[in-house]
Nanobody, 117 residues
Framework: QVQLVESGGGLVQAGGSLRLSCAAS????????MGWYRQVPGKVRELVAS??????TTYGDSVKGRFTISRVNAEMVFLQMNSLKPEDTADYYC????????????WGQGTRVTVSS
C-alpha cells in the first residue's frame, strides 16, 4: 500500500522560505507522477506543483517563480517555497498518481504552513 508522509511545515514570516519533503513508500516508482496540493479550510484543494515521470513540472499560477518542485529519486519529493506570502498559508498535501492512472489517488496526511505578515 502506498504511503506518503510530509514534513517541513511550520510558521514563517512573509518573505521567508520553507522546504517541504514527501517520503513515499509502498511501491512508488519513477514512472509515477507526484505533486503537491494545498487547502485552506472551507476552500477547494488547489494544485501547487506537480512533477511527471519524465521530469516535466507544472505550477499553480499563484506560486510560479516562487516555488520549485524537485524529485531526488522515486520516493523523495521536495517543494522549495521562497518569497512566502500570507496567502500561502494552508495545509499542504503530497500526492501520487500511479502509472496509467488519470487521477491522483494517494494522499499524505498534510503539513501545515503558516505565513505571518
Amino acid at each position: 500500500q502506498v504511503q506518503l508522509v510530509e514534513s517541513g511545515g511550520g510558521l514563517v514570516q512573509a518573505g521567508g522560505s520553507l522546504r517541504l519533503s514527501c517520503a513515499a513508500s509502498g511501491g512508488i516508482t519513477t514512472r509515477d507522477d507526484m505533486g503537491w496540493y494545498r487547502q485552506v479550510p472551507g476552500k477547494v484543494r488547489e494544485l501547487v506543483a506537480s512533477i511527471a515521470s519524465g521530469g516535466t513540472t507544472t505550477y499553480g499560477d499563484s506560486v510560479k517563480g516562487r516555488f520549485t518542485i524537485s524529485r531526488v529519486n522515486a520516493e523523495m519529493v521536495f517543494l522549495q517555497m521562497n518569497s512566502l506570502k500570507p496567502e500561502d498559508t494552508a495545509d499542504y498535501y503530497c500526492t501520487a498518481k500511479t502509472y496509467g492512472s488519470t487521477q491522483y489517488r494517494y494522499w499524505g496526511q498534510g503539513t501545515r504552513v503558516t505565513v505571518s505578515s
